[in-house]
DNA sequence: ACTTGAATATTTAAGCTTGAAATAATCCAT
DNA sequence: ATGGATTATTTCAAGCTTAAATATTCAAGT
């Protein structure tokens, strides 16, 4: 998981290599905040829900887009690759939690959705993830965690904040 | 990747529901933000050094202890599990970048050391990697990044800070 | 010495992930 | 209409990942 900042030197160009150190060390928190999180709620959707973590992705996905989402709008949302979408997919649709559909004219396309069974599942998860979220991010204020998701806003996806 | 908040409420207990979304939000920020380094890294890794995230994390734990560290050390410092470092360490070891040596009295456990070519792959790699971090981050000023890490600190781990 | 329990590492099975190649359907400029 | 580009998805191989099961070794305590 990225090696640690060593010495710091001044360079031509105004830029320090301190603040690249700065940003090392910033990042190495990052990665380690998010295996943390990561950890906690894999094991806990598995334990709680006999669920993954992708499959609750995929679902959390879905659950903001009741008329249904492509292939390639899920795995844009999730930034991971098409190829892994159609895994997980598959896997929810024998487990009966969505359904793939071809209800417009192109037939390249599916339209993937939750069923009943899919939204019931994904929406006692999602509670349960937000306080999980909450319970680990305790330690940041929720001014502090306002301006530390603003400073990350360059992340910002294209989709979020649609709804 | 998780889904994005909804409406808030007070609560009993004096918390805010809005505290709750706004720390979600934070981590959904700082899952994109991870996701978007991570992939950024392993495509860099991949095309200019034919090497892999996890392949790179590895060394990156073996290069601040020249004197080896056991698999469990790793496994543990990285956050992954024990069984996932032996496939990874299986084929640094078969790349000639790493090596195995049972120095100690203690034939359970072998110390893994990065090898002069190892040592060499990785100083190139870490520059490069220090750089695109540099770059990924680069709208977040050294200041706020400070500030950042610092409130991500209670993520810090064991061995963090320790060289 | 022997047993018990803890520590370390590997193996296994299932699933996740990527990137590239293959497939298939659609669109569009002739 | 048709050939070629574009778009959408799946398939595939290689590798990553976890949790659980297994094996081995060590450390005590008897």
Same mark, same amino acid.
């Given at each position: 998981?990225?090696?640690?900042? =060593? @010495? ?6 105004? $830029? ?6 700065? +940003? %090392?060390?910033?990042?190495?928190? #990052?990665?380690?905040?998010?295996? #943390?999180?990561?950890?906690? /709620? ?8 006999? /669920?993954? %973590?992708? *499959? ?9 887009? @009741?008329?249904?989402? #492509?292939? !390639?709008?899920? !795995? *844009?949302? %999730? ?12 896997? =929810? ?7 793939? $559909?071809? +209800? ?12 009943r069974?899919?939204?019931? /599942?994904f ?7 937000e306080?999980?979220?909450d319970?680990?991010l305790?330690?940041? !204020? /929720? +001014? ?20």
């Amino acid at each position: 998981m990225v090696s640690a900042p =060593l @010495p710091a030197v001044a360079r031509a160009d105004g $830029s320090k290599q301190s603040d690249s150190k700065a +940003r %090392l060390r910033l990042w190495i928190r #990052l990665l380690r905040a998010s295996r #943390l999180i990561e950890g906690v /709620a894999r094991e806990r959707l598995k334990t709680q829900f006999d /669920a993954t %973590l992708p *499959r609750f992705d995929v679902m959390a996905a879905l659950f903001r887009k @009741p008329d249904g989402m #492509l292939m !390639s709008e899920i !795995s *844009r949302f %999730l930034m991971v690759s098409n190829g892994n979408v159609t895994g997980i997919v598959d896997r =929810l649709v024998a487990d009966g939690l969505v359904a793939r $559909s071809q +209800r417009n004219g192109d037939r390249r396309t599916s339209f993937i959705t939750l069923t009943r069974k899919g939204r019931a /599942a994904f929406a006692a998860m999602a509670a349960a993830h937000e306080s999980w979220v909450d319970e680990l991010l305790g330690g940041i !204020s /929720a +001014r502090d965690a306002e301006q530390m998701s603003a400073k990350l806003k360059s992340f910002r996806s294209d989709w979020e904040g649609e709804a």
